[in-house]
């Protein structure tokens, strides 16, 4: 390390305690790891429910808790194809699945491999593939392609072994990298599981849980090559994910603050806009850096020094355009990753950098670290900036991930026909995981389940309801199972099915304990059918801030989902969302599109609605006007509706109920407005037109 002026001990005292009040502290970095750890749960769940093979993680900064706000961090995920397999040698070969063998010889530069085809029934090479996947090499070996694998995903583009879909307002970018396992360690890593450390760090335990990891290939090829298209990466992320999980708070400011240094300093006004030196750089450097010096220097009291150390080290290996990976030290992360120009232009960035006295920091605007660090030195006025609270940045980082987690719920629906073998199917399937799985899976079935159970009761009402227009004890069961799934969903479609059978009196109770338990300035509407903006409300914000997923019980309000097969527990009036499409429509629909098959509508607007119709036939005007009033203040107000379409489209039928065509035309125009396509307004200005005219 570089000898310490006496001040870096101040600054950097100062500069950890702003790291603190953004969220770069233990509690936040915790959550974020147990959120997004949970959230891949959910996701493998689901995907094994529908069917496929699938195992999903969450990698990078989300995931690890190296992330702010201000960093505005991608999200990465791996798809792992669990019915296909890679092995080193035949020794591994095992029969039933697609498998390949894994290459590696002078040709292919480390950390990539070439992947043989192999038969699925006999240890042998496969000599016959046609199609433009797969290439006969030299020596006669089927090698396959990386553009195998194709993503095809609406609105993303491919980069590299991903698909990607960029940021947008209120949403971040998704890297989302599909990958083949491989059975054992490749052997280009292997010697880094048996290496022995100076400085005792990553410890034998930490290499002993990393070698239980599985390894991947993902399908992009080195740069600095010729046959690109032939060749995979080797990913060990999960083994790094590990390392990531066990360095303690300075390092993982350390970390953050190299990121945010780079993005204000270093990757700005490159040739392409491109970012030549990446997170995973950093990473990796800091990396080296941990294994090269004691433990007793990552202090948050030396944060400085630390970070002037890993800048240091990073422009050694820029001006040597070598960054040897952490795990397989022969691939150079650097390799053909920039010209002389550029190279040039880096090394002149960071050597306003170097030695680091602390003073750039002062010029940093992510999460206004620069202003705040200031702030805490007492060289300018707190007064006279609007700085965000430690309160506040942690209710921000917490409702997000509550959030997230919420959407992650309902992907369990997305996927299906909705028919009542199906979803007996997955209930099936997460009671499976539920008995066997961790504590981790114990609680995303949990989560999974009760609008599953909600789904297949109300499945079963709309079977009764048309067999003699009466619920079964069965379907009451299923239903009374998932009504705590959230704060209305489930209760609104068990009213719903009271409704469609005449019993009014009980609909208007449970209506009326819906509407005590949802606080509006509180509950969060939460909707996945497609990407809504969302709007932080303070007080879902601060509830989520003190409790964990429990929460969701009490302060989110899922939209409500009917399938075809639920057809009989829905008012007519929204029946018509089912139909929407007509046959141009169906052209301008995308493949996660779906969900317009559905009747959908977010909670609030639907518990106004069954009011109005409620209390009409219970013949009570005063509530039938004020639940009309209440329906169209929340369509107005409500920041946070999925569907305001559907819920102008309903309130236009009330409108037409109360012989008001004229209101009625200007709720279904404002609903087309917001959604041009796919639109069941356009049946009901027809029908209104008709009705005025006749």
Avoid at 18 to 47: C, F, H, P, Q, S
Avoid at 109 to 125: M, S, W
Wanted: glycine share 4%; with cysteine; proline share 4%.
């Amino acid at each position: 390390m570089f000898h310490t002026p006496d001040y870096y001990h101040s600054i950097s005292k100062r500069l950890s305690e702003v790291l603190d009040d953004i969220g770069v502290n233990e509690n936040i970095v915790m959550k974020r790891r147990r959120a997004a750890l949970l959230t891949e749960t959910m996701d493998t769940i689901t995907y094994r429910a529908n069917g496929e093979q699938l195992t999903v993680y969450n990698l990078g900064s989300l995931s690890e808790g190296t992330t702010t706000l201000g960093l505005k961090s991608d999200l990465d995920i791996l798809g792992c194809v669990d019915n296909s397999i890679v092995i080193q040698d035949w020794s591994e070969w095992t029969p039933g699945k697609p498998i390949y063998l894994m290459i590696q010889n002078e040709k292919t530069p480390p950390g990539y491999c070439l992947l043989q085809v192999l038969r699925p029934g006999a240890p042998l090479p496969v000599t016959v593939e046609t199609g433009n996947d797969f290439v006969n090499d030299t020596q006669g070996r089927i090698l396959m392609k990386n553009t195998v694998i194709k993503i095809t995903m609406l609105g993303r583009q491919r980069q590299g072994p991903s698909a990607a879909s960029p940021a947008q307002p209120g949403f971040r970018a998704l890297d989302l990298v599909v990958a083949y396992p491989c059975k054992s360690w490749p052997q280009s890593a292997r010697a880094w599981l048996h290496q022995q450390e100076v400085n005792t760090w990553p410890t034998a335990e930490m290499k002993r849980y990393a070698k239980s990891t599985k390894c991947f290939v993902v399908g992009v090829g080195s740069r600095a090559s010729e046959n690109a298209a032939f060749q995979w990466r080797i990913s060990t992320s999960l083994a790094e994910r590990c390392l990531m999980f066990n360095l303690n708070i300075t390092q993982i400011k350390c970390y953050i603050l190299m990121k945010m240094i780079l993005k204000t300093y270093i990757n700005v006004e490159n040739l392409d806009h491109e970012s030549y030196i990446s997170s995973f750089m950093c990473k990796t450097v800091l990396f080296h850096c941990i294994a090269s010096n004691p433990s007793c220097v990552w202090k948050e009291c030396n944060i400085l020094n630390c970070l002037n150390y890993c800048l240091f080290t990073l422009n050694n290996c820029l001006l040597n355009e070598h960054c040897p990976h952490f795990i397989d030290h022969e691939n150079n992360l650097m390799a053909g990753k920039f010209s002389t120009e550029v190279k040039q232009q880096l090394l002149e960035r960071l050597s306003t950098l170097i030695p680091f006295d602390g003073i750039s920091l002062f010029g940093i605007q992510i999460d206004k670290l620069g202003e705040r660090l200031q702030i805490k030195l007492n060289m300018i006025n707190e007064v006279h900036h609007d700085i965000p609270l430690p309160d506040e940045c942690t209710m921000d980082v917490t409702s997000s991930l509550l959030h997230n987690i919420a959407k992650t719920v309902l992907n369990i629906e997305k996927i299906g026909d909705g028919s009542l073998e199906t979803l007996l199917q997955k209930v099936i399937q997460l009671k499976r995981y539920y008995r066997a799985g961790d504590m981790l899976e114990k609680t995303a079935c949990r989560l999974l389940v009760p609008p599953l159970c909600t789904s297949i009761g109300s499945l079963i009402a709309s079977q009764n309801i048309q067999i003699n227009n009466t619920v079964s004890p069965q379907a009451i069961t299923w239903i009374a199972a998932g009504l705590d799934s959230d704060v209305a969903s489930s209760r609104l479609k068990l009213a719903s099915i009271m409704y469609c059978v005449g019993n009014a009196e009980r609909a208007a109770l449970i209506l009326s304990h819906i509407e005590e338990q949802y606080e509006i300035e509180v509950t969060a509407p939460i909707c996945c059918c497609y990407n809504v903006m969302f709007y932080l409300k303070r007080g879902f914000a601060r509830l989520s801030s003190q409790y964990g997923v429990e929460a969701l019980k009490y302060i989110v309000a899922f939209c409500v989902k009917f399938f075809t097969w639920e057809i009989n527990c829905v008012p007519h009036e929204l029946q018509y969302e089912m139909f929407r499409s007509t046959q141009e429509d169906l052209l301008h629909r995308g493949e996660d599109d779906d969900w317009m098959d559905c009747a959908v509508v977010d909670s609030l607007p639907y518990l106004y609605f069954l009011q109005y119709k409620t209390n009409s036939l219970l013949q009570r005007p005063d509530e039938q006007q004020q639940a009309l009033t209440k329906l169209g203040w929340v369509i107005r107000t409500e920041r946070n509706l999925g569907h305001r379409e559907t819920a102008l489209n309903l309130l236009g039928q009330c409108m037409e109920q109360e012989n008001r065509p004229a209101d009625a035309l200007q709720c279904y125009m404002s609903s087309l407005h917001l959604r041009e396509r796919n639109n069941a307004a356009r049946f009901h200005i027809c029908r209104c037109l008709a009705n005025t005219n006749s």
